[in-house]
Structures are given as C-alpha cells and as structure tokens.
C-alpha cells in the first residue's frame, strides 16, 4: 500500500537554528500538507500545497515557515530560527486532486518529532 | 466547517462493538462527516466519511441521523489495536473547498480504549 514517508524520524536542534523536515508524499497525490501536533494537544493545520504554491495557510504559518517542493518527490517543511515552542510532532499528508467524486482522503506520514533546545 | 462535540473518552471491551458518538449540530446541507483516529501518536488514518446515509467499509460503519446533527462510528469487534484517539470532523464538499484541498480541523476527539 502506498505510503507517506518523512525523515528524520526525530531531530534535536538548538534554539536559533534552522531546521528542514522531509517528506516524500505518494507519488500520484498533488495536494500535499504540513500539520502540528504539540505535546498532548490537537493536530493543528500548517499549509497546504497545490501546484507549487501555497494553496491555505494557517495563522501559525508565519514568516519563520516555508515550504518547497524542490524535486519531483519531495516536499520540505523548513523552520528558520527555531524557538522552545516550535518543539511538536510535524506530520507530512497528502491526497489526490479532485477528479470528479465528492472525496479524496488524506493520508499522512509517521510523522518528525522535533525538539528544541 | 461546523464545529463537532465527542466524549473525551470511552472503554470497550475486546469484541464488543465500540459505538463512539459524535454532535455536529450546527452541521449544515453540504457539509460531509469524517472520522479519522490516531494510533499513539503516529499520523491520522482515515476511516470512513458521509453525507446523509449510513456507510459501512472494511474498517467500521457511520450511522447519521435523519436530522444530521449527530452520528455514531461503529466499529464492529474491537480489538486491542483500535486503541486511539478518534476525531469526528466535519467539513464541506469538495466543489466548496477549493477542489481537493483537504485541510482538516481536529478537535479532541475521543480517546477509545480496548479492554481485554
């Protein structure tokens, strides 16, 4: 079955850093997605990508985000300057265009679990 | 996208039917109900979503009422592994949501756990 991968799995960085997490989204999908999911809360929306360019973007998505798809099957979530509170559980998602139906189901990623030092 | 209201958790035995509700009051005419639940932390998996009849697939069924201001995921004989938290969201069809954008709002959901 095809599935969402992300890397690394779990990254440590200094505050102040930057950091990019990755994602390889399955390979007919054209809708990808960021979301967080901070330490015992709720899995909140980031962005979503479309067409190589940002389709939604929540109030979280401020300047210190960005996205990229830099090939034909990555797609990048980077934090510029990173602070204690960017430190959550960082899931990759991705779903089919609409084709005609009513539905496209999202599938997501094992997620990168990211600490801030 | 209308707001949805679960119980924060419930226990169901193994090989029970666990039935979990889920309030949507405010649900209005094009707006779908989806499941999804999340195993311990790893990614949201979909499970079933509908419109106004009762659905039924490989995972579980979805029962909505006549009115559409609630509904109840069914999941016929639970095991140990349907251990999760399950989020009951509400959203519009797809003409509405910009043609495939799946951006989903979780709430609390239910945490669910599987007694043996």
């Known amino acids: 079955e095809p599935e969402v991968t992300q890397t690394p799995s779990h990254q440590v960085t200094q505050m102040g850093q930057e950091v990019i997490l990755r994602c390889v989204p399955i390979?007919?999908?054209?809708?990808f997605y960021w979301y967080r999911q901070i330490l015992g809360q709720k899995v909140e929306f980031l962005v979503s990508f479309y067409n190589n360019e940002i389709s939604e973007k929540s109030e979280i998505f401020d300047d210190q985000f960005s996205v990229e798809r830099p090939d034909g099957s990555n797609f990048t979530l980077k934090i510029r300057s990173t602070k204690l509170e960017d430190s959550a559980m960082y899931f990759c998602?991705?779903?089919?265009?609409?084709?005609?139906?009513?539905?496209?189901?999202?599938?997501f990623g094992q997620g990168t679990r990211l600490t801030v030092v | 996208d209308a707001k949805t209201t679960q119980p924060p958790s419930m226990d169901c035995a193994e090989g029970r039917a666990a039935n979990l509700p889920c309030n949507h009051s405010t649900i209005s005419g094009n707006e779908y109900v989806y499941w999804y639940r999340q195993i311990h932390s790893q990614g949201p998996q979909y499970i079933i979503h509908g419109l106004k009849n009762n659905e039924t697939n490989e995972m579980a069924s979805l029962i909505i009422t006549e009115d559409r201001k609630s509904s109840t995921l069914i999941l016929p004989h639970a095991t140990l592994r349907d251990t999760a938290v399950y989020y009951c969201i509400v959203r519009v069809d797809l003409v509405l949501s910009n043609f495939g954008n799946e951006k989903l709002t979780f709430g609390t959901g239910t945490r669910l756990t599987i007694i043996p």
């Open positions: 998602a991705s779903s089919e265009a609409w084709t005609g139906g009513f539905h496209t189901e999202a599938f």
């Open positions: 390979s007919n999908h054209l809708y």
